[in-house]
């Protein structure tokens, strides 16, 4: 059987399950996989102590595990861009394989370090990157490569689906359920990345890359965060028929390529809006076949674990045509697609108010899909004359419903900001 | 780039899909999978008349194509077992590979196949004999390459999953809904290797050999057909919380596998429960990581002829460990797993005879968890006198089940026979 000699940067909580689940599941993997992966170096900062595995050699200065000549495959698990950069790129200009679970180093890098990777004719390795334990990156660049992807959605943040989906059953805040994620571990001690949609926005570049042909582009993509969404949203999704998600979205129209991700309303027929707790999920549509969904955790040890071994299982079986190949046919755009949209407005309990909101969709020749007025409930102090207007448009770019919401904002009858979300309800 | 030399054997509908996407997203296939498909050889035996592309090279004798010295892999599209099995033999023992859609084949002789093929070093793929263009095969033997398998459940055959969905969602019968879904070319003439669960026992065995690391034995499996449903289960069933699929579902439990094939109860809280028309889904929970659940077309030709594709590209860039190397250490048993079950009686409407029910149930150590009897409905003539009593149990097995039933049927206040499917609702 082929032997893999693997060397480890980073033994934290994800280096930690990989040295877990390699000394649980050896027979699984030699038996399915065909190959014996054997740790021979590991890198931990803080020395032999950082490893329960005491026959393990464990040196401190990662430098000299990614200079290795004693491995085959480099597994960074450091995190961030500039070490973990410079290690990476030390094990490849070696010609050592990478695995990594580094989605700011892909997002940002990738085609720098891709490009290096065909140099010297080595394999680099992200599946843990997009998705955890659900092999997302296998299904594009494998599973589907027949297919031309028209677009993918997907929910690829885990503590903010979480957060939308305990505020949703729960009926509690942002701040309650965030502290309720962090009680759980399941947000970090500052989840700014998470909560910014920045983290969700890295996994997009690196989806639209593999997906579409087009660079790795973390810059180029557009996000909001899950702090815009208030409880009294929630609320008038439900009651529309939607939930509302963090969705990561990418499309191709006419070789052009847009990346997003912002908190969307998706139509409750849809599967990814089923998805609740820490649960990641994404939505692969192609020409001629449709939609598949992939589903599982995004996140964790051993969902993390689960993918940097399989990379390594594939690594040892002949790996992947080369990432920089791929040919670069369509261009990125920072215009976004078009969706439907949410919008919820405070107006003014005034005659003549709501004829006046839809003369201003119609200028901009925007349809009303659906609008709900309510009586008026019980608001606070400051908005007492005010009813809350959810209406529901056709299908509009971010250029004209800003325009839009800009027009609407300058009306008289309508006080406070209009708070506006994409709807998903494509199939 | 490298050239893989194709020749197909069978272009009805899938083989003209197979052709069609090869010339169609030829760019696609190239940049991302680093290989130039070529067809050099085609059995129809329609001859010339059979393909749209005349330029084509095609041959009426499908022996002549698995014989032949100009292919590198033979794709087999013609189904059934006696003559697919003999061109696949005949491609492998002089040294070429294989790609199949064909269930029947590989759940009835993949042990002897793969064999053969380790021996003659050459591979099969199988990626569409299970859900289509739904990567399934590939997420269970490389993606979760290093997870112990603990059970999948599957929706894997879309003819009877339409035929469930239409019954609930329409409220129609299953006579009205096979004929919905012949007409929609969902359901062939004959459906009945889907109705009575044949296609789905079939493609259980092949996701257990690769779940479990057990032989390909089709035989063991146990299977039923939808046709037991009832539309007046499927109403009790939503009311309490499940819908009805057609469920194949494999586990482990201390070494021993069982695999089969029934209508099954789905809690609403599943995604498996959400997946409507002909859809189908595979929920794969493992040890450690939990479920991962893949959703997509299982059938019809463009689905399946991204699978054989994506097999195509596989094969050019090194291919999969040996199936046959495979360590067998599970064993396969005919019993079946434990589940909570849902049982319907029609019960005579005289005093003591749910107690008397009861203590059937509490002689036989099964715990009752439900039971829902509202007051009488109208009724066919003949079960006038008597209520639908609906019962949900504890979890249990099949041979209780079974002893349990057979004493519920001999009380003298039950007449018709005791309807009894499984519930699945675990995660």
């Given at each position: 059987?082929?032997?893999?000699?693997?060397?480890?940067?980073?033994?934290?909580?994800?280096?930690?399950?990989?040295?877990?689940?390699?000394?649980?599941?050896?027979e699984?993997?030699?038996?399915?996989?065909?190959?014996?992966?054997?740790?021979?170096?590991?890198?931990a900062?803080?020395?032999?102590?950082?490893?329960?595995?005491?026959?393990?050699?464990v040196?401190?200065?990662?430098?000299?595990?990614?200079?290795s000549?004693?491995?085959?495959?480099?597994?960074?698990?450091?995190?961030?861009c500039?070490?973990?950069?410079?290690?990476?790129?030390?094990?490849i200009?070696?010609?050592?394989?990478?695995?990594?679970?580094?989605?700011?180093?892909?997002?940002?890098?990738?085609?720098?370090?891709?490009?290096?990777?065909?140099?010297?004719?080595?394999?680099?390795?992200?599946?843990?990157?997009?998705?955890?334990?659900?092999?997302v990156?296998?299904?594009?660049?494998?599973g589907?490569?027949?297919?031309?992807?028209?677009?993918?959605?997907?929910?690829?943040?885990?503590?903010?689906?979480?957060?939308?989906s305990?505020?949703?059953?729960?009926?509690?805040?942002?701040?309650?359920?965030?502290?309720?994620?962090?009680?759980?571990?399941?947000?970090?001690?500052?989840p700014?990345?998470?909560?910014?949609?920045?983290d969700?926005?890295?996994?997009?570049?690196?989806?639209?890359?593999?997906?579409?042909?087009?660079?790795?582009?973390?810059?180029?993509?557009?996000?909001?965060?899950?702090?815009?969404?208030?409880?009294?949203?929630?609320?008038?999704?439900?009651?529309?028929?939607?939930?509302?998600?963090?969705?990561?979205?990418?499309?191709l129209?006419?070789?052009e390529?847009?990346?997003?991700a912002?908190?969307?309303?998706v139509?409750?027929?849809?599967?990814?809006?089923?998805?609740?707790?820490?649960?990641?999920?994404?939505?692969?549509?192609?020409?001629?076949?449709?939609?598949?969904?992939y589903?599982?955790?995004?996140?964790?040890?051993?969902?993390?674990?689960?993918?940097?071994?399989?990379?390594?299982?594939?690594?040892?079986?002949g790996?992947?045509?080369?990432?920089?190949?791929?040919?670069?046919?369509?261009?990125?755009?920072?215009?976004?697609?078009?969706?439907?949209?949410?919008?919820?407005?405070?107006?003014?309990?005034?005659?003549?108010?709501?004829?006046?909101?839809?003369?201003?969709?119609a200028?901009?020749?925007?349809?009303?899909?659906?609008?709900?007025?309510?009586?008026?409930?019980?608001?606070?102090?400051?908005?007492?004359?005010?009813?809350?207007v959810?209406?529901?448009?056709?299908?509009?770019?971010?250029?004209?419903i800003?325009?839009?919401?800009?027009?609407?904002?300058?009306?008289?009858?309508?006080?406070?900001?209009?708070?506006?979300?994409?709807?998903?309800?494509?199939v």
């Amino acid at each position: 059987m082929k032997t893999l000699k693997i060397g480890i940067c980073g033994v934290g909580n994800v280096g930690g399950a990989v040295l877990d689940t390699l000394n649980k599941n050896p027979e699984i993997i030699q038996s399915q996989g065909g190959v014996h992966l054997e740790v021979v170096l590991v890198g931990a900062r803080k020395g032999k102590a950082a490893v329960e595995n005491k026959q393990l050699n464990v040196v401190e200065d990662l430098k000299e595990v990614a200079a290795s000549n004693e491995i085959d495959v480099l597994v960074e698990l450091i995190g961030g861009c500039d070490l973990a950069k410079e290690l990476v790129e030390t094990a490849i200009k070696n010609g050592k394989h990478v695995v990594t679970a580094n989605k700011a180093l892909i997002a940002s890098h990738g085609d720098e370090l891709f490009k290096l990777a065909k140099e010297k004719n080595v394999q680099i390795g992200f599946e843990a990157s997009v998705a955890g334990g659900t092999p997302v990156i296998k299904a594009l660049r494998e599973g589907l490569v027949a297919n031309k992807v028209q677009w993918f959605a997907g929910i690829l943040n885990g503590t903010t689906n979480f957060i939308l989906s305990e505020m949703s059953d729960k009926n509690t805040n942002f701040d309650d359920a965030l502290k309720q994620a962090q009680d759980l571990g399941l947000a970090e001690a500052d989840p700014t990345m998470d909560i910014d949609g920045t983290d969700a926005a890295q996994k997009a570049s690196i989806l639209a890359a593999l997906a579409f042909k087009v660079p790795f582009d973390f810059k180029s993509v557009s996000y909001g965060g899950i702090d815009q969404v208030d409880p009294e949203d929630l609320k008038y999704a439900a009651e529309l028929g939607y939930a509302i998600k963090h969705i990561a979205y990418g499309s191709l129209v006419d070789e052009e390529v847009s990346v997003s991700a912002y908190p969307t309303l998706v139509s409750k027929e849809l599967l990814l809006s089923q998805v609740g707790q820490q649960m990641n999920a994404l939505d692969i549509c192609c020409e001629d076949m449709g939609s598949t969904v992939y589903y599982g955790p995004g996140a964790g040890p051993k969902p993390t674990a689960s993918a940097v071994i399989a990379d390594l299982v594939d690594i040892a079986n002949g790996g992947w045509p080369s990432q920089d190949s791929a040919k670069k046919v369509n261009k990125i755009t920072k215009k976004t697609a078009s969706f439907p949209r949410y919008l919820r407005l405070n107006v003014k309990n005034e005659p003549g108010a709501i004829a006046k909101i839809s003369s201003i969709f119609a200028n901009e020749d925007i349809s009303i899909e659906a609008l709900i007025q309510h009586e008026a409930r019980k608001l606070p102090e400051d908005l007492q004359d005010t009813v809350p207007v959810v209406i529901i448009s056709g299908s509009v770019s971010e250029e004209i419903i800003s325009k839009l919401i800009t027009n609407l904002e300058s009306m008289k009858e309508i006080d406070t900001k209009v708070r506006q979300f994409r709807i998903h309800n494509a199939v």
